[in-house]
């Protein structure tokens, strides 16, 4: 059991798993949008759960208990899952929100964000001593990130206000 091959076939079963959640997050973001109301609203859904996820994770990072592994693979379903249904109603914001001829660079934007994010991400969870502490570090990240959307969830849903193009708020 202890080939050097088996920790290969655990990571290949984890990454396997891991795009199985994406994938399904993706196909439920439509179904998150209309519970949730709209599109603001499932973002941050969404990434409030990709949020629980790794909280549970760091909860559970010192832990061999078979609860605590139970609790582990929900949370990184959830991560995955939560992640996955946030980024096409992220998607359509921006679609619908950006005029065609800037489209592309805000697309581009998008995509130099998320990187830069993950390679400092990457540098300073890699940076810290194994256990909780990094997975409650990127869960704390992940959920400021999805609070950010609280706000603009507020915004959009205050009576006599709406977003206009600009996204500023201003009274109708």
Known sequence: MNAPGSGAMVYAALACAGFVCNGAGSHLAPLIARI???GERAV???LGAGAIGLLLLGVTATSVHPMATTLAVV??????LGLGAASPNQNDLLHRRVTGARRATALSVK?????LV????GMVVGALRPGPLPWLL??????SGALLWLRRVEARSAPGTTLTSGSRVGTS
Not at 75 to 80: D, I
Not at 111 to 115: E, H, P, Y
Not at 138 to 143: C, R, S
């Open 36 to 38: 949730a109301g709209s």
């Open 44 to 46: 941050l859904v969404s």
């Open 75 to 80: 949370g990184f379903g959830l991560v995955y």
């Open 111 to 115: 995509s130099l964000a998320l990187q």
């Open 118 to 121: 993950g390679a400092v991400t």
């Open 138 to 143: 990127a869960g704390a990240v992940l959920l």
